[in-house]
């Protein structure tokens, strides 16, 4: 089993920034891919971004030039560097992990409330 877990999530005005972290409990080693999900009241979560095991990114054409992710091993933590916040950016954040290796399945985390204010 693999334990996930977001922060740095906060309130915060329009066009200001956060970075959003999130620790695994052991190694990222095995994790094929590593996702940030968002999710806002009433609607369905969706895909914000992604990183492969060999650093291949992408993002939802929504966050494209905003948005950064990056996943360190020596600190077992994914990022989110989010920058030029918009109010529609405002959800609950979670960052997913898809083992192939190790404790095989996908692991998700609680989530990080991110709230941008006009």
């Known amino acids: 089993q693999v334990q996930l877990v977001e922060s740095g999530g906060g309130l915060v005005q329009a066009g200001g920034s956060l970075r959003l972290s999130c620790s695994a409990s052991?190694?990222?080693?095995?994790?094929?891919?590593m996702a940030w999900y968002r999710q806002a009241p009433g609607k369905q979560r969706e895909l914000v971004a992604s990183i492969t095991d060999t650093a291949i990114a992408n993002y939802a054409d929504f966050v494209k030039g905003r948005f950064t992710v990056a996943r360190l091993y020596a600190k077992n933590t994914l990022y989110l560097q989010m920058t030029s916040l918009k109010p529609e950016d405002t959800g609950a954040y979670y960052c997913s992990a898809r083992f192939i290796a190790g404790p095989i399945g996908t692991y998700w985390g609680q989530g990080t409330q991110v709230t941008v204010t006009s």
């Open positions: 052991g190694t990222l080693i095995g994790a094929k891919t």
